[in-house]
T-cell receptor, first 111, second 110 residues
Framework: EDQVTQSPEALRLQEGESSSLNCSYT??????LFWYRQDPGKGPEFLFT???AGEEKEKERLKATLTKKESFLHITAPKPEDSATYLC????????????FGKGTKLTVNP | NAGVTQTPKFRVLKTGQSMTLLCAQD?????MYWYRQDPGMGLRLIHY???????AKGEVPDGYNVSRLKKQNFLLGLESAAPSQTSVYFC?????????FGPGTRLTVT
């Protein structure tokens, strides 16, 4: 069974304190790994797609990387507005157009 | 472009009542999805559609029905609501792999 595990469940940082969120996966053939940001009371917002090990994507203070077993979302010098829940999802060979989501990491950045 | 919109934003039902949630997208996407999000459970796929006139079951389809009569609309129906269906419901659409989500409907069943 395809599984996606995100850690930690919650993370508190001070403004400017860089860190990383982890998304590990056990799937039958990865066909894409996706990162989303979700603010309270809103729908998930698409951030990145990664397709192969070694691939990296960047957007402002966020950088996503992918290995054969996990993905990291690196947050450099975060600001309070980066506070949100970050979701990871995978698309697999057997899953067609479906995504399997992790439970998310709730990030809080204190000023 | 409005993107993905959902109607209504909030709803309270009594056990046994029925209702329909409407999802609309203006991006000409082929694929549309319905998810529910519960604390500690993450996003779970209820039903999805790969094109107009098609539907398929997701991870948690029991108690729900869907229809995709028009490409831009995807309806989620609850025939006889149960307290276990209290949740936040999200609709999403995609052209290829990246899914774009609506703002959600918060449903409470008492």
């Amino acid at each position: 069974e395809d599984q996606v595990t995100q850690s930690p469940e919650a993370l508190r940082l001070q403004e400017g304190e860089s860190s990383s969120l982890n998304c590990s996966y056990t799937v039958s053939g990865l066909r894409g790994l996706f990162w989303y940001r979700q603010d309270p009371g809103k729908g998930p917002e698409f951030l990145f797609t990664l397709y192969s090990a070694g691939e990296e994507k960047e957007k402002e203070r966020l950088k996503a990387t992918l290995t054969k077993k996990e993905s990291f979302l690196h947050i450099t010098a975060p600001k309070p507005e980066d506070s949100a829940t970050y979701l990871c999802a995978v698309r697999t060979q057997g899953g067609s157009e479906k995504l399997v989501f992790g439970k998310g990491t709730k990030l809080t950045v204190n000023p | 472009n409005a993107g993905v919109t959902q109607t209504p934003k909030f709803r309270v039902l009594k056990t046994g009542q029925s209702m329909t949630l409407l999802c609309a997208q203006d991006m000409n996407h082929e694929y549309m999805y319905w998810y529910r999000q519960d604390p500690g459970m993450g996003l779970r796929l209820i039903h999805y559609s790969v094109g107009e006139g098609t539907t398929a079951k997701g991870e948690v389809p029991d108690g729900y029905n869907v229809s995709r009569l028009k490409k831009q609309n995807f309806l989620l129906g609850l025939e006889s609501a149960a307290p276990s269906q209290t949740s936040v419901y999200f609709c999403a659409s995609s052209y290829f792999y990246e899914q774009y989500f609506g703002p959600g409907t918060r449903l409470t069943v008492t």
